[in-house]
């Protein structure tokens, strides 16, 4: 009910932009962009279709912009785990700044879409601040992992190129960064990117990226686990039963080709544990969080690695 509520809020807020925008005459653009693509990778493979659609708006130098996806997924393999089922996710993100933006390269923000619009080139400038939040609802035994994270997203553009920042996190701080608050699952994302549009239809995208994900603690028992508690020092929790024990840390290089109909993005990187237990380690020991995750940190890393290729539609509105 929470979800339905929040995510009417902002498709209100986006139809009332619009409308405004029609009455005053604001500069605006709006698109509606249809995907179909395959990943294949040793954590994700699957086939997914996906809606996405992307408005920005411009008054005196004010720029607001906003999108809203959906997407359906055939899933052969999640989060390391081989599975057939299908799943359902939704991102709703905003952002607010200054500049002369009407474009719609702020869609590069989005962190369930790697293919951004066909538009024409623009000489204008963009630097805001955004929030947001996404979910995926996912078969079988990975149903636990449906959590829905929050999003706080940055981005700054000038002249068809864009850095864009975006953290996700399962944490809740009231409205605006609306996680579920569960702490496990795939709880912390960074990514760092850089867009530029070439001409009407080629774009380039760069970046690095890091995610941790960790299963469900036991909340039922102590947290004694000798596992990463630094000979005994530390508390640390004990897996829920019958839950599979998926810990991974992923830290990679990206980046994302785009013509007039299709794209291609590709990931490369490390799965480390010994570094998510350090990351998350910090954030409990320094915050004050809940005891650690047993990580098991005598692990050697491994390749991570992630390939997609897209192929898609777009329509777009000018004024």
């Not at 409308?19 to 605006?28: D, T």
């Not at 601040?129 to 940055?154: C, D, M, S, V, W």
């Not at 774009?203 to 596992?227: K, M």
Request: glycine share 10%.
């Amino acid at each position: 009910m929470k979800n339905c509520i929040s995510i009417t809020i902002y498709i209100s807020v986006l139809f009332s932009t619009v409308f405004f925008c029609r009455a005053q005459k604001i500069a605006h653009n709006e698109g509606l962009l249809l995907t179909t693509s395959i990943t294949l990778g040793n954590q994700n493979d699957w086939l997914k279709v996906g809606v996405f659609a992307f408005g920005a708006v411009n008054y005196k130098g004010i720029a607001a912009e906003g999108g809203i996806s959906v997407g359906l997924k055939q899933l052969f393999k999640r989060h390391t785990i081989n599975t057939r089922g299908i799943s359902k996710s939704y991102e709703v993100f905003g952002m607010l700044g200054g500049g002369q933006n009407d474009d719609l390269l702020g869609a590069s923000v989005s962190t369930q879409h790697h293919t951004i619009f066909r538009t024409p080139l623009q000489n204008k400038s963009f630097a805001g601040i955004g929030f947001g939040f996404e979910q995926e609802f996912l078969p079988h035994t990975l149903n636990k992992y449906a959590l829905k994270r929050g999003k706080f997203l940055l981005r700054f553009a000038n002249n068809n190129t864009n850095v864009h920042l975006a953290f996700l996190n399962d944490f809740k701080a009231g409205k605006l960064f609306y996680g579920e608050g569960t702490d496990y699952g795939e709880t912390g994302t960074l990514i760092i990117g850089v867009t530029q549009k070439r001409n009407d239809t080629e774009a380039f995208q760069v970046g690095y990226g890091i995610t941790l994900f960790t299963p469900p603690p036991n909340y039922s028992l102590s947290p004694r686990n000798p596992i990463n508690s630094d000979n005994g020092r530390k508390n640390v929790w004990y897996l829920a039963p019958d839950t599979p024990a998926i810990f991974y840390a992923n830290s990679y290089a990206y980046g994302s080709y785009q013509s007039n109909q299709y794209s291609l993005h590709s990931k490369l990187g490390k799965n480390s544990a010994k570094m998510g237990a350090n990351i998350q380690n910090k954030l409990h020991d320094g915050f004050g969080l809940n005891p650690r995750f047993p990580w098991d940190t005598t692990k050697k890393d491994r390749l991570y690695y992630e390939f997609a290729a897209s192929l898609f539609y777009n329509t777009v509105t000018y004024e």
